[in-house]
Structures are given as C-alpha cells and as structure tokens.
C-alpha cells in the first residue's frame, strides 16, 4: 500500500497535462470538478457564438457594400483570428490553472486518507512545496500568457489599423489613376470626333488602330470594320493616271519605314471605289528611338484642286485674250514713232511713246500671270542645255544695260574664270538674271552699282546680285517672294511692278534643283557702302534634270536669240 | 522682175494686225498679200501665178485653226515647199509641238515682238529657203 501510494504521487506531479485528470483517483468525483466542465462548455460556448456573431457581422457588411468586400473580409478575417487567439490563450491557461488546482487537491485527499503513515510528515512537506511550486507556475504563466497577449493584441491591432490605411490609400490612388485615364480616353475622343481632317493611326505594320468620325466620312468605311485591317489595303491609293500605288510607295509606308513626316497629294479610293483627291500628312510615332506606328492626318482637296485648275485656265485664256488687243497697240505704236505714218513732231513722239510703255507694261504683266499660271499647274518644262555662263549673262546685261544707263547706273559682272558647261535650261535661267537684274535697277537709285558674281562652290554654281538700292524691310523678308507681294518701300517709290518677278524666279531655281536667298540692308540712314539687297542662288553643277511637259516658260522664245 | 521683190502672203483674222503687217511689210520692201481668213488664203494660193516666199500665219483663225491649215496645204506638193511662221498670241501646250511637226519654221509670240524684229526674220527665212 504504501509504495502504492508514495509512487501514485510522484506520478501524478510529474504530470500536469489534463489527461492526468482522469487517471487521478476515479473513486473520490469532486463536485468541485464538475461545475469547472460547465464553466468550460459554457465558455466554449459563448466562444463560439461570438465568432459566429462576428461573421455575422462581416458578412452583412460586405454584403452591404460590394465595392468593399476585399476589404472587410480581410478585417473581418483579421478580427475572427485574433478573438479566436485570444480566447483560446484564455481557455488553454485556465486549464492549467484548473490542473494546478486539482492537483493539489487531489494530494490533500491522499493525505487525508494516508493519515499516521510514517512519512506523513515529509508526505505533507513534499505537497507543501509541490503546491507553493504550483501556485508560483501558474501565476507565472498566467503573467507571461497576458503580457504576450497585450503585446500580441497590440501589434496585431497596430498592423491591423495599418494595413487599413494602406488599403484605403490604394484604393484611393488606384481610383484616382483610374479617373485620370478615363478623364484622358473622354479628351481624346471627344478631339479625334471634332477633328475635320480624317486621321488614321496604324501599328508599325500598318494595320489600323484608330480611325476617326472624319476619315469614315472620307473613306464611307466604318471604324469598327477597318480597325485590325491593313491600311493600304482598306483604302488603296491612285496616281493621277489611275495607277495604283503600291504599299512602298504609300506615304504611310514612308512614315513608318524612314521616320520622317511625308506631306503629299494623293487620290484615295473610297469603300464603293469613288474617288477622292487628298492632301496627306504621315507621321511616323517614335517612342524611345523605335517606330511603333504612324498617324495619318488626311482631307478633301477635291474642291480646292477643281478652283485651282478653273483659276489656272482662267488666266491662260484670259492672257491670250489681253494679247491680241495688246499686240495692235504695240505695233500701230511702233509704226506711229517709225514714222511710218509720217513724221511726228516731238510731242506727238512722247504720247506715243507713253502708250507704248504702258503697253509694254501690259504686255509683261500678262506674260507673267501666263508662265506663273503654267508653273503652278507643272505644265512648264526643263530643257536643259550645256550653257556657257558667260555668254548667257553677257546677253542678259546687254539687254538691262538699256535701262540701268538711262539711270546711270554702273554694271560690274564677274564670273568664275574655269567654269565648264553647265547644263541648264538657258531659257528659264536667263529669265532669272532678267528679273533680278531688272529689280535690282530698277530699286536702286541713279547713279547706284549693280554687280554679278558667279562662282562655284562645292558642287555648285552660286550666283549673286547685288545692289546698293533701297534694300528690303526686315519686315517684308519672309513675303517677298510671295505672289502679288512687293516690298512696302520700294511700292512708293516705284509704282511699276507686279509682284509676280521674285515668286516666278524662287519657282523657276527650286524646280531647276537649286535653292534662292537674300541678304538686305534697308533704311536711308544707313552709309552708302552698307545699304542694299544682294540676291544669292544655287544651281548644280552637275546640271538640271529634264522635264517634259509641254510648255516651256515663253513658247514664243523656244527659237528666238 | 517682181520676183526680186519678195512676197509674203499673211493669214491673219484680226483686221488691224493684219493692216498693220502689211503696212510695215510694204514699207520694207516685200510684198504682201493680205488674206483674213484660212479659206480666202487657200482660195488666194489656188489663184496666184507665182506662189508666195513665205506665209505669215496666225494660229487662231475665224474658220480654221493653223493645224487644220496646215493640214491644207499639205495637199499640193509645190505648197509644201513655202516656208510657214507662225505668228500667234495662242501658246498653248500642244499647239506649238503640232505646228512644228507639221511643217512650220517658227512658232512666235506675237505680243513679244515688234513688228521692226519681225521683218528681218521674215526675210532670214526667205533667204534660207532659197539657198
């Protein structure tokens, strides 16, 4: 009995553990112990219904709102978590409290029922420590179990409480970024829909990705049947001669292929096969130095293109009206002064001579208005020629010389020593000198200097007029070589001039493939040394490329000189 | 002896340029025959004895135009061999090319020149012709 004892005792120290409850003493059930497993149920209970009511909760709420249902699953979940943490500590230290206490319990009863045992006293001494020991643990424990808890309840509340602030602050700058690019779509949109000119954007391959209110009006396609297709094969392109234009060809394919903007003309076929004369402007899109597609921006010029052919033949019949009548006054003015009428005296000699300059003047507006008008319609052509520079500016002085005399006006040429043949269209670059040289004696005052320098530079021919005239205004010198336009100084001094030299001399060099630029110094404070306007142009020296259309500048001069 | 005075027939529809080129004409020297439509001058060239040393043709006439004159006097062989100039204010693109392939010698602006240049061209060609 007794070993039985003493070794029943150690064995129920050495365990804590719940388990050790049962094996302890089945014969002596405690009322004590039964109202601790109610107490135990009870709080399982309670546990439970609270958790359950928390979900509750978390559920309606996300039910309420649909937006936020991340968000109060994830503190909903966060609570549930924490609660059931909290409450499982509290459950598990009052178990070991509750062991605690039996124990104890359980050796008074052993003590009890062992009373006059020789080691009763050491028995008692042993349980008085084991107790003492007991009650010190469980303090312990249920010290360290709370301040775990706190610290615990506290970080998960903090990271809880932290998390929710960063979430609304996603939300928000998700939300936000998400308006802003809503808010840019509505801009560029509403901008693509209020544009008139059709514009196209295509990927680098050409297929289509936006197409404008406009360009389906161009095209009579509609934006969701071409938006995927290629381009060049939606719309297909025409020359003027009904040709197609092959994709290589396109001013898109250009854009996307070189980089560069591609301005031009083109005849565009419609969904239907109507045509349409278009003005094109192609950019490619670059983004960190790659082609990643191109806009095309495109509109009707069928209209403008129908005025300018009127306007062009027009002024072609026009002109050869005015001719005739013009030509009749010439020659009775010339017999008249020949005296071919019979002498007249000197002031008959000077009316006659007033209608005959006017005349001339005439005469030289309407030759104008004809060659501008051929040029502006291409019908002019090149016909280049090996030209002797010298001798083609020796004729061209001879016939100034005539004017630039009756204003005493001194004539300086200079020409490069070793120039070859140039090939050129004499015709058309002789009508150049003529202009610049009468323009330049004409704004110059009597008594002025004109000089010509022609000289070769690099592959080019460059040739200058200069004068120490009146110069241009600054004012004037992005305009003055515009039609119509003449310098606001020189239009008081000189009423003759039509505006029509300088914009046919820019047209005449650009399409010979030279370029033409001035240098002026205008105003009458200026020294007499500094003041004036010289006129520079290019040419290439290895010649102008023919073109064959059918009219040269002045039919008339194709065999004269 | 009249064939040492050159002569010079003149198609021209407009009345006072065509009295004014003759006037000038007779002052230097060659006879004109002045005719002021194509018909009246093929009609004059059917009846002539001696056919002239040029003819001075205006483009634009009343009843024909140069080509279509042209075209005429294609027809007899002796008429071919008269140098043509043509004198015009119409420059229109294929007019000029046409009426050099045709035959013409010249294609001249008539608002570009005076009539005291006009003369010794005309007699250039002459000379030319019968060399």
Partial sequence: MDSQNSQSVPQSIGKILPESINNVNPPFPSKKNST??????????????????????????SFLSSNLTIRFFIIGATVIIVSNTVVAILLFSKKTTESAVRTNEEIEINAKNNQGHKFDGEKRDDNGQSSKYFDETTEKLKASYFEDLEEKIQDKTKALAQRIVELNFEHKKSKEAEEKALIEQAKEEATLTSIGEGVVVTDPEGKILVFNHAAEQLTNWIASEVVGRFWFETVPAMYENGGLISRIDRDMYKALTTGKKVFAESIYLQKGARKITVAITATPIIFKNQIIGAVEVFRDISHEKEIDRMKTEFISLASHQLRTPLSAVKWFCEMLLNGDAGELNTEQKEYAQNVSDS?????????????ISRIESGRII??????????????????????????????????????????????????????LLTN????????GEISVFISKKDDKLISQVSDNGYGIPKKDSDKIFQKFYRGENIIKIETDGNGLGLYLVKA?????????WFESNEGTGLPAGRQGTSFYFSLPLSGTEAKKVKVTLNSSNVYNK | ??????????????????????????????TAIPCSSGKEAIGCLDNLSELPDAIWLDYQLKDMDGIEFLGRLKKKETWTQIPVIVVSNSASENKINNML??????YLLKAEYRLDELIPIMKQFIEENKS
């Fill in chain 1, 36 to 61: 601790k497993i109610k107490d135990k149920l009870l709080l399982i209970a309670g546990f439970s219904a609270f958790t359950i009511a928390l979900l509750c909760i978390f559920f309606y709420l």
């Fill in chain 2, 1 to 30: 002896m009249s064939k040492q005075k050159p002569t010079i027939m003149i198609v021209e529809d407009e009345w006072l340029l065509l009295q004014a080129i003759s006037k000038k004409l007779e002052l230097n020297g060659i």
């Fill in chain 1, 359 to 371: 005349n001339e003047r005439m005469i030289s507006l309407v030759n104008s208005l004809l060659n």
């Fill in chain 1, 382 to 435: 090149i016909d280049p020629k090996p030209t002797n520079m010298n001798e083609l500016i020796s004729g061209v002085v001879k016939e100034i010389k005539v004017k630039s005399d009756a204003k005493k006006q001194q004539i300086i040429v200079s020409v490069h020593s070793d120039l070859p043949l140039i090939n050129i269209d004499p015709q058309l670059i002789r009508e150049v000198y003529i202009n």
């Fill in chain 1, 440 to 447: 330049a004696s004409k704004y110059t005052p009597s008594g």
């Fill in chain 1, 508 to 516: 005449i060099i650009e399409s010979s493939g030279g370029s033409i």
């Fill in chain 2, 101 to 106: 392939a045709l035959g013409a010698k010249r």
